[in-house]
């Protein structure tokens, strides 16, 4: 249509205005076309901000939490040397808090009721760990350093407040005006969250940590590299280097590329209905996922293996051959060499896709609640994303900042994972 | 415990593998051996390890199976009277206490006298199945080693041996993959023709009522489920819609900015960026539509509504006053999102390959990169674009974190994408992962539900990667 107008304009001998008017107002397209590419990629990008973005601002504050210090005495009255699990230590505690503050406890003892909830779940077990290692502490009067509840924390980091009808607030009233004298009398600090990362799933968020799920996903992960690297690189080399070209060639290159195209779930229903039901492996165990993130990892792994082995060039094989080597020897002694750094990029980023999988981990029992770490591949066990996937339904407004802290780090792992890969591909990347 | 056999078996084929090699140098001494001593070497090493090895897994993958079976076959009558998941309960549970643990059930009676008994021979079934295992894999490894070690002789061929068995190893690895296929479709369908059997697949298919809830007793309201899928696929097809109005635009148009705007540098800029964008785990996406944009899309649509109950479009307004955190559109959304850098980078492959000889062409007709783009490159590379869509779809519709998180449960048959509806994914997750007894309805169904999701992906990606191929092959 563009040239029609430029030949009709030549011959009927349209004015050179004309002519000028029409270029304008193809430039002016031109330029709007060019802005729609910048604006989608600029939405691209923004979106990507937006997302990391956001995820920092929640869970930045999971890094960081508060402890009361606070006097105890040790009343031997209350406290068994032998049996000091016998003790309500939140209560003896909570009663000292309300005396520093000056609080006389009622008939019903809902102060201290109201003060315990401030504390976290932890203290009992801080308190009896203290009696059990120095018994002889217990009739004096001690100053210890305890963790707070999670609803207390989040008041302090200023993502709860007093606003709102009373009932409704996870924190009451007279709660807030303890939690504003406690940080007036200095007693309130801030500290790295370490039990973040020492600590496992539980049901009260400020005792969860991400250490279980870590350690899971890590078994899980031994178990993929250990299956699918191997098979997954004898299956390239079988299909690039020795499969004669035929029926049975073609139908296993057609089956790889329809793999890695099947929704990961399905491999979840594989792995329900093979490895739990039929083989009996034990549900949730990372044995069984590490077997259906293989499988699913398998397809990335074969393909990239392939095209590391395809950008040899074919001169090094012929050479290998002219001088006497066989055809196995050609392969594993000159061609996988140099295509081994291709290969473990593409085999690193497969295994970082299987980190961050969840799906088929759900169907094979993953989000049963694993409160420890896990021993060995066949013991239950949590796993990073699926953790997320927990805790991201949890209830509790603690939870939600672990999320997005759960988050982050399963994202610095695999920003490692991902940084190795492009640092092998630079670091050994030949061109021929 | 098979860690230990397995060190155990890797010290001794490594012994098997140096004193072979050993032996074929000492044996070689007079005659010039054919192969170099290491090809003997590992031709003990693959006799040594290998069978010992396939001994040990499947024996340690099938021996729970036999105790159990051998268990049922010899159990005391009062157990065989039991029905069929009771029993396989008592035998479970009659294994824990062989092993030294507590039973997870009470069993009175005969039962908990019969329940010591088993426990004891469970424990001897364990024992005999252990060391019967153990020492068939070691018998195995010596005999191995022992032929091996005869035949290493100057004039025996082992690099031809050891070569061929590397090469059968590998024609094994990449057979793994078609076993794969033949176990996904052979789940699937078995355990989908068992749901068929109590489920017609016309109604499964046809059905437009979703509740499968399977009633305790049989006199609860709605004791016999319904296992109509179609409100399933209509929401799965509606967030599929949403996703690929939000990414095909957006991934498109990125593509062809890379492909025929930006320059080297500001290509090896953006390309890692939206491959982050890939590399971000779905479940991510799923928070992140959870607890940001659907919040945020609530709040938006609830003001909007606010703005217009009482005025004219009044039942809009209160329509709109209603909307959940949970609706298609935000599900749709962020999937869109996901998607981008799929259709982006796969588009941008198949526009940098139309030949440059058509753009120098449309070029040197006076026509602008844009009229280009539009009326020469797009054109050609039409198809190929069509097939990357086809395969986004795909992978939309097998998403299923996303979805999870953010769509929401209810089966409704609607094309409003301010409702909440559910998709065949997220009702996988739902039925499965609930505490059920395996064989109900309810988890057969997720086979059904994954069979059909299975066929539909596969039927796309087979067109989707004839679409490009043929394309390729126009070009090449």
């Known amino acids: 249509m563009t040239d029609a107008t430029l030949t009709r304009a030549g011959a009927s001998g349209r004015s050179t205005a004309q002519l000028r008017k029409s270029l304008k107002r193809r430039h002016a397209r031109e330029r709007r076309f060019k802005l729609y590419g910048v604006l989608a990629i600029a939405i691209a990008i923004g979106f990507l901000a937006l997302l990391l973005g956001r995820i920092i601002e929640q869970g930045h504050t999971a890094f960081w939490t508060h402890t009361v210090q606070t006097e105890v005495y040790l009343d031997p009255a209350r406290i068994d040397p032998a049996y000091p699990e016998g003790t309500n230590f939140d209560q003896l505690v909570a009663e000292q808090q309300l005396a520093r503050l000056g609080v006389q406890d009622d008939e019903a003892m809902s102060a201290s009721r109201d003060m315990r909830q401030l504390m976290s779940a932890g203290v009992a077990f801080e308190m009896q760990r203290l009696v059990r290692e120095n018994p002889e502490v217990i009739g004096d009067r001690i100053t210890v350093t305890l963790p707070i509840g999670a609803d207390a924390d989040l008041y302090y980091k200023g993502e709860l407040d007093g606003e709102g009808e009373e009932q409704f607030r996870r924190l009451n009233d007279r709660q807030i005006l303890w939690l504003d004298q406690m940080r007036d009398q200095g007693r309130i600090q801030g500290q790295f969250n370490t039990g973040l990362f020492t600590r496992s799933d539980s049901t009260q968020p400020e005792l969860a940590g991400v250490l279980g799920a870590v350690v899971g996903s890590a078994l899980m992960l031994l178990v993929t590299a250990s299956l699918a690297l191997p098979i997954g690189v004898g299956a390239a080399i079988y299909l690039e280097e020795f499969a004669p070209k035929g029926r049975i060639t073609d139908i296993i290159e057609v089956n790889i590329n329809n793999l890695a195209a099947v929704p990961s779930i399905v491999y979840g229903l594989l792995g329900l209905a093979v490895f739990i039901n039929w083989m009996h492996l034990p549900r949730s165990s990372p044995l069984v996922g590490g077997l259906v993130l293989a499988l699913m990892a398998l397809p990335t792994v074969i393909i990239a293996t392939r095209s590391a082995l395809k950008a040899v060039p074919p001169s090094i094989r012929e050479a290998a051959l002219a001088m006497g080597a066989s055809r196995t020897q050609a392969v594993f002694h000159h061609v996988l060499p140099l295509a081994m750094p291709g290969v473990m990029t593409g085999s690193i980023i497969a295994m970082a896709h299987a980190l961050g999988e969840t799906a088929p981990l759900l169907l094979i029992g993953m989000v049963s609640f694993v409160p420890g770490v896990p021993e060995a591949v066949t013991s239950p066990s949590s796993a990073l994303p699926v953790l997320v996937f927990i805790w991201e339904n949890a209830s509790e407004r603690a939870f939600h900042e672990r999320t997005a802290a759960a988050i982050m780090v399963l994202l610095v792992f695999m920003i490692i994972m991902n940084a190795a890969a492009i640092y092998l591909r630079r670091r050994f990347e030949r061109r021929w | ?476």
């Open chain 2, 1 to 476: 415990m098979l860690l230990i056999y397995l060190l155990v078996l890797a010290v001794f084929s490594t012994a098997v593998f140096v004193l072979a090699r050993r032996a074929a140098r000492r044996r070689a001494t007079v005659v010039k051996a054919h192969s170099a001593a290491g090809y003997h070497g590992a031709w003990a090493l693959i006799w040594a390890a290998v069978p010992a090895l396939i001994i040990l897994i499947l024996a340690s993958t099938f021996d729970a199976r036999i105790e159990r079976t051998v268990l049922i076959a010899s159990a005391p009558e009062a157990v065989q009277a039991l029905d069929a998941p009771r029993r396989a309960a008592f035998i479970e549970d009659a294994r824990i206490v062989g092993a030294g643990g507590m039973p997870r059930q009470i069993w009175t009676g005969d039962l908990s006298t019969a329940l010591q008994e088993e426990a004891a021979r469970a424990s001897r079934v364990d024992g005999a199945l252990a060391w019967g295992g153990l020492i068939a894999a070691i018998l195995a490894a010596l005999i191995g080693a022992g032929l091996a070690w005869r035949q290493t002789r100057p004039e025996f061929r082992a690099r031809n041996r050891v070569e061929a068995f590397v090469s059968v190893a590998l024609f094994a690895c990449s057979a793994v993959a078609i076993l794969t296929t033949i176990g996904i479709v052979a789940s699937l369908v078995f355990e989908s023709l068992r749901f068929f059997q109590t489920v017609p697949i016309t109604e499964f298919l046809f059905g437009t009522q979703w509740s499968p809830q399977i009633a305790i007793r049989a006199d609860q309201v709605g004791s016999t489920g319904a296992f109509g899928a179609v409100p399933l696929f209509v929401g799965t097809f509606l967030i599929m819609v949403i996703a690929m109005l939000v990414a095909g635009p957006i991934g498109l148009f990125s593509a062809i900015y890379l492909a025929e705007y930006a320059g080297p540098k500001r290509r090896a800029v953006i390309k890692p960026v939206l491959e982050i964008l890939a590399g971000v785990p779905t479940v991510v996406y799923g928070f992140f539509a959870a607890l940001t944009v659907g919040p945020s899309f609530r709040a938006f649509f609830n003001w909007i509504g606010a703005q217009l109950v009482g005025g004219p479009l009044d039942g809009l307004g209160q329509h709109l006053l209603l909307v959940q955190n949970q609706m298609a559109l935000v599900a749709g959304a962020v999937m869109g999102i996901m998607l981008i850098p799929f259709v982006s980078s796969l588009s941008d492959d198949i526009i940098n390959a139309v030949p440059q000889s058509l753009r120098d062409g449309s070029y040197a007709m006076g026509a602008t990169r844009s009229e280009t783009i539009k009326r020469v490159v797009l054109p050609a590379a039409l198809p190929g674009i069509a097939g990357a869509f086809l395969l986004a779809v795909s992978r939309a519709i097998g998403e299923t974190m996303i979805v999870t998180m953010a769509a929401g449960l209810a089966a409704r048959t609607t094309l409003n994408p301010l409702d909440t509806v559910t998709t065949v994914t997220v009702q996988i997750v739902t039925l499965l992962t609930g505490d059920q007894e395996f064989d109900s309805a309810k988890t057969l169904a997720a086979f059904g539900l994954g069979l059909t999701l299975f066929v539909v992906t596969l039927i796309l990606n087979f067109a989707a990667q004839r679409i490009v191929q043929t394309y390729r092959e126009q070009y090449d």
